[in-house]
């Protein structure tokens, strides 16, 4: 069975300070490790994705991941927040080869403040 | 805008009814999965059809059924609700089978079960 754990379900940060949201997972197989976004009342979009190669992977926005096997962590950075960025963000882990059955995190509410 | 059409975007019936939630995935997608967000559930994945066909289950109730049908919209049916389907279910569409490629999410239908 697979999961995540998302460390912190609200996490506030200033305008042009450093985002880090956590993720841990735990697969009993090779992971694919993915980073949504949903902002209010809309749908959850993808920001990036990890299925092999590199470890660390940049995604949309100025995110990056990555992802450490050791530490079975997939933790979500950007250098510098913006107002733009306050939104939900869902770690989400699959089987590799496959993106059903994704297993999402309970997601982390990111708030940017001046 | 992902693509992905989601009607009705809310809906408020009472405990015993049945709704159909349609979706209308990405042109050119052949998979649509349905997941399930609640408070107390998280993002939870129900079911995923391929190019018509069941290709992959999760946590959907017997009470709930799918189905993709030949022009590749889906439509998911609630039957014999209870106030604890309150919920906002997603449908997401992607271009492939179930690999790792990205999901594409509609904006969700509310539910309110009364």
């Known amino acids: 069975a697979q999961s995540v754990t998302q460390l912190g379900s609200h996490v506030s940060v200033s305008e042009g300070a450093l985002v880090l949201l956590r993720c841990n997972y735990s697969s009993s197989v090779p992971p694919y490790l993915f980073w949504y976004v949903q902002y209010p009342n809309q749908g959850l979009q993808l920001l990036l994705k990890?299925?092999?190669?590199?470890?660390l992977v940049k995604g949309i926005n100025g995110f990056e991941a990555e992802f450490k096997k050791s530490e079975t962590s997939f933790h979500l950075t950007k250098p510098s927040a913006h107002m733009s960025d306050a939104a939900e963000y869902f770690c989400a882990v699959s089987e590799a080869g496959t993106a059903s059955k994704l297993t999402f995190g309970t997601g982390t509410r990111l708030q940017v403040t001046l | 805008d992902s693509g992905v059409t989601q009607t009705p975007k809310h809906l408020i019936t009472a405990t015993g009814q049945r709704v159909t939630l349609r979706c209308s995935p990405r042109?050119?997608?052949?998979?649509v999965y349905w997941y399930q967000q609640s408070l107390d559930q998280g993002l939870q994945f129900l079911i995923q059809y391929y190019n018509g066909e069941e290709r992959a289950k999760g946590n959907i109730l017997e009470r709930f059924s799918a189905q993709q049908f030949p022009d590749l919209h889906s439509e998911l049916n609630l039957s014999s609700l209870e106030l604890g389907d309150s919920a906002l279910y997603f449908c997401?569409?992607?271009?492939?089978?179930?690999?790792?490629?990205?999901?594409?999410f509609g904006e969700g239908s509310r539910l309110t079960v009364l």
């Open positions: 042109s050119g997608d052949l998979s």
């Open positions: 997401a569409s992607s271009s492939t089978s179930g690999k790792a490629g990205e999901l594409f």
């Open positions: 990890y299925t092999t190669g590199a470890t």
